[in-house]
């Protein structure tokens, strides 16, 4: 698993924004918003693109293109769907499925409550939108459910992660060259309710309220 933690100026200053207790939902949303873009510019580094020959109004050359089949986006539902606006705009022929876990909290064991997803993934390169990488467990139950399909490269984006979420899933894909989380922060740890500390408090409740 490759760890990428994006050190650049604006995402530290919108990420600051966003941990405010202060901002209100709108601009939350906003930044979020914002945010996940500057993310996205990164992890899609290695989106895999061919060559396309087109003649510009000087001369013939050859650019390149996404390929076929597109990437595919994988919101978690439910604060997953806050950061969809922010990738598709730099990827805007990319397909969108939907993956909706629940986690039982007897076992801790997360299982797919929603999905919306081709069966079939083979060759397919996917972006995992979730905000908050805190246990990890969600993250792994949905990366493994991706790869089950077919899946053969997996980046997942988080606004923010938890140093214990961040073990989990370097101990779930040990190895694995083809699974990449990109944040923009690890933070310090987990605390006993399971928020990441210092975070940003809880990212569903923040873009959407308390429902
Ligand atoms: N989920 C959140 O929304 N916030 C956290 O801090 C941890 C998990």
Same mark, same amino acid.
């Given at each position: 698993m490759r760890l990428l933690v994006i050190d650049h100026p604006l995402v530290a200053h919108k990420l600051t924004a966003l941990r405010d207790a202060g901002t209100d939902s709108?601009?939350? @949303?906003?930044?979020? *918003?914002?945010? /996940?873009?500057?993310l996205a510019y990164e992890a899609t580094r290695d989106v895999r693109v061919e060559p396309h020959p087109i003649t510009t109004p000087v001369a013939p050359t050859v650019g390149v @293109?996404?390929?076929?089949?597109?990437?595919? #986006? /994988?919101?978690?539902?439910?604060?997953?769907?806050?950061m969809l606006d922010g990738m598709v705009?730099?990827?805007?022929?990319?397909?969108?499925g939907f993956l909706g876990l629940i986690r039982d909290e007897s076992t801790l064991q997360a299982t797919t409550y929603a999905n919306r997803l081709p069966d079939d993934l083979s &060759?397919?390169?996917?972006? /995992?939108?979730?905000?908050?990488?805190?246990? &990890?467990?969600?993250? !792994?139950?949905?990366?493994?459910?991706?790869?089950?399909?077919g899946a053969d490269d997996v980046t997942a984006i988080c606004l923010l992660a938890a140093p214990e979420g #961040?073990? #989990?899933?370097?101990?779930?894909?040990?190895?694995?060259?083809? !699974?990449? !989380? /990109?944040?923009?922060?690890? *933070?310090?740890?987990?605390?006993?309710? &399971?928020?990441? !500390?210092? &975070?940003?408090?809880d990212a569903g409740d923040r873009l959407y309220g308390v429902v």
């Open positions: 709108p601009t939350f @949303r906003r930044l979020a *918003d914002e945010l /996940v873009t500057l @293109r996404l390929t076929s089949p597109k990437p595919i #986006v /994988v919101p978690i539902l439910r604060a997953g769907l806050g705009r730099l990827l805007p022929t990319a397909e969108v &060759g397919r390169q996917c972006y /995992v939108l979730d905000p908050m990488l805190a246990t &990890g467990g969600t993250l !792994v139950a949905s990366i493994n459910y991706l790869l089950e399909r #961040v073990e #989990v899933l370097r101990e779930a894909f040990d190895g694995a060259a083809h !699974v990449t !989380v /990109v944040t923009a922060a690890v *933070d310090e740890h987990l605390n006993s309710s &399971g928020y990441i !500390v210092p &975070g940003l408090g």
